[in-house]
């Protein structure tokens, strides 16, 4: 396994676990809440690196 030594690593591993996990359980959601769920789902990694940025600034 290879050593994470950047924190952007970290937070994309996270992004993408969050997406997948989200992806999986928009199967289970009801049709009218999907719909918002989609946008969330695509807001939430934009959301992920400007916080990640702001913190560095």
Do not use: C, D, R, W
């Not at 969050?18 to 959301?47: D, H, K, R, W």
Request: charged share 5%; no cysteine.
């Amino acid at each position: 396994m290879t050593k994470v030594s950047n924190p952007l690593t970290v937070v994309a591993i996270f992004a993408t676990l969050a997406e997948g996990f989200a992806t999986i359980s928009l199967i289970n959601l009801s049709p009218e809440v999907q719909a918002t769920f989609i946008y969330f789902v695509m807001a939430f990694p934009i959301l992920i690196v400007g916080v990640f940025f702001a913190i560095l600034n």
